[in-house]
């Protein structure tokens, strides 16, 4: 599918797929007001799961990509049920502790490989595989977002305390909403260890958080399409810069985030943005009513 | 044991000046800062520099303690103000500070070209003091003699002076505050100032320890710093100096008694129990937000 593409692009273009799943798994969970900050020690709990079971297991890579994202699930369903009763800062706070514990402990087991991480895996994904991954999420989003489980999820996001007087299980969501953040940082983490030759726990830092959550934040809460723009966006533009100081990658990525929390905090996909597009798209209600405004003023 | 006891204590003092200067800002300005950490590296950057010019320690140490403090001034006056009045959320308040952090951080990365400094220690008291068989370095003494100082000073002047009672006023209830009069930006200012400055000294005494510095050296500490303020319930200025100390002990006793890697993973591991046990801390009041 993407043979025109020279090897390292198809490389780079994996990379940027991997990233915005991860801005997925972090959307998942903010869409329903949980700022969830351990997406990227998910990511390395799926990516070390599966290498380990594809070299000393045998597993094919297939298998054990899905056996890293159940993991990665796993561990955010039973972490989740003992921190998600925490609110705001704290459960920010919390899980950050959480994917930072996940990273350390990797980085602690011997059979993980320690600090020096894993070398030589297979590099079975391509550029087709990451690509097919990721509309499928984004397909599954979609549903999600059109669906009564969409809306509730949002309505909990503005007030869990009215959405659960209006009948919302809101603890099951938020725990679900968890797992499905784990999920789908795993798969991530997955992709990326089977593309990627070598892993290491270093490479899951504070970094990377920082960049994962500038694209989730400036792609917004409202919409999955903010984060896959945000991320896809802010990766070409990384790429075009090449290999910059980390004074610029500071600049690019800590400056955004913060210039984007004062001015758009919900972000660039908002409700109000979209009404907007759809108001004056051709043939929609609000195109017509300014062509008739246009028109009645033309014949006077 | 005794040896490594003693050794807490005084890891743990410092570490209770770093819940402290958390503790300010999130009872005053409720703002849980991530930037606190380059408060840290920043202010130990301007003392090192100081010592280099050949200014005499304890001036270095107040310059030092002036560059974190001003830098919080700046950051909370440009970012976190304007935010404030903007009525952004908390998340949005939590997601901006890292970005500052981010930025920070990597200007002193550029600044520094990646590379681990030398921290003068030698500058530093470096006598050893015999009490029987226990060791006591004078650094130790000296960083527990800066702590205790900064407690006491910190703890009189909450409590009996006007500025002391108009900040706690302020923790209470803004509004409230303003309508007896009280100046709140300037005294959301001087916490900040202090909130930085405590930073910055905490940062200068264990970096003097380690006897390096880096860019990176502050985020280490961050953690250390919200773990305190989590153990001993966010708010809390006895909470902070007995997390602290708690802390200080129980990293010590990591490193000696099971693996040094591991005592990284302590202040991690201290926040995920503490929030999954007591969200409140040990000194913390109940609030209906947490739970």
């Known amino acids: 599918m993407f043979n025109w593409l020279d090897p390292y692009s198809q490389f780079v273009g994996v990379s940027l797929l991997v990233n915005v799943l991860l801005v997925l798994s972090l959307f998942v969970a903010f869409q329903c007001g949980v700022l969830s900050l351990a997406s990227v020690g998910f990511a390395a709990d799926g990516a070390f799961t599966a290498a380990l079971l594809n070299m000393k297991e045998g597993w094919s890579p297939a298998l054990s990509i899905a056996a890293g994202a159940l993991a990665a699930g796993l561990l955010a369903l039973v972490f989740g049920r003992l921190i998600l009763h925490l609110r705001g800062i704290y459960l920010a706070l919390g899980s950050f502790a959480l994917g930072q514990v996940c990273v350390l402990v990797i980085a602690d087991l011997s059979f993980t490989g320690g600090n020096q991480g894993i070398i030589g895996i297979p590099t079975s994904v391509g550029l087709t595989t990451a690509a097919v991954v990721v509309v499928v999420v984004c397909a599954l989003l979609q549903i999600l977002h059109q669906s009564r489980t969409g809306r509730a999820l949002r309505a909990m996001r503005l007030d869990d305390r009215v959405a659960a007087g209006v009948g919302v299980n809101t603890p099951a969501y938020r725990a679900w909403a968890f797992a499905a953040s784990g999920v789908i940082a795993g798969l991530a983490g997955a992709l990326g260890a089977f593309s990627t030759v070598t892993i290491s726990p270093g490479q899951y830092d504070f970094t990377l958080l920082v960049q994962i959550l500038a694209m989730a934040m400036i792609g917004g809460a409202y919409h999955w399409s903010g984060g896959v723009i945000a991320a896809l966006v802010i990766g070409i533009i990384q790429q075009d810069l090449g290999q910059v100081a980390p004074l610029v990658q500071g600049l690019l990525y800590g400056g955004l985030l913060v210039v984007v929390m004062m001015l758009l905090p919900e972000g660039i996909v908002d409700r109000r943005g979209i009404r907007w597009i759809r108001g004056h798209l051709p043939g929609s209600r609000g195109t017509r009513q300014a062509i008739a405004a246009l028109q009645s003023a033309g014949g006077q | 044991m005794l040896q490594q ?280 009041s109940q609030e209906e937000q947490r739970v």
């Open chain 2, 5 to 284: 006891t003693i050794n807490g204590i005084a890891l743990g003092a410092t570490y209770a000046l770093l819940g402290l200067g958390v503790t300010l800002i999130w009872g005053v300005l409720r703002v849980m800062n991530f930037a606190f950490g380059q408060f840290i590296t920043w202010g130990a950057f301007g003392c090192l520099v100081a010592i280099e010019d050949g200014v005499p320690i304890w001036l270095s140490v107040l310059i030092g303690m002036a560059v974190g403090g001003l830098l919080a001034v700046v950051v909370d006056a440009t970012v976190i103000a304007y935010m404030r009045r903007r009525r952004s959320s908390e998340f949005a308040l939590v997601v901006a500070t890292i970005g500052v952090s981010y930025l920070l951080s990597s200007i002193a990365q550029d600044r520094t070209d990646s590379q681990i400094r030398p921290f003068p220690s030698q500058d530093f008291p470096d006598g050893v003091i015999n009490l029987g068989s226990v060791q006591i370095p004078e650094l130790q003494l000296m960083s527990l003699a800066i702590a205790a100082v900064m407690m006491v000073g910190l703890a009189l002047w909450l409590n009996t002076t006007k500025s002391g009672r108009a900040l706690r006023t302020v923790s209470w209830s803004v509004s409230t505050a303003e309508l007896l009069g009280v100046r709140s930006r300037s005294i959301f200012a001087i916490a900040v100032f202090i909130s930085g400055a405590l930073a910055a000294i905490a940062g200068i005494c264990i970096f003097a320890e380690t006897a390096t510095i880096s860019y990176s050296s502050g985020d280490a500490l961050l953690v250390v710093a919200f773990a305190v303020i989590v153990l001993g319930g966010m708010g809390s200025v006895a909470g902070a100096v007995i997390g602290g100390l708690i802390l200080g002990l129980a990293q010590v006793y990591t490193t000696a008694y099971i693996s040094n890697t591991f005592s990284q993973a302590v202040g991690y591991i201290v926040i995920l129990l503490i929030l999954i046990v007591r969200p409140s801390g040990i000194f913390g």
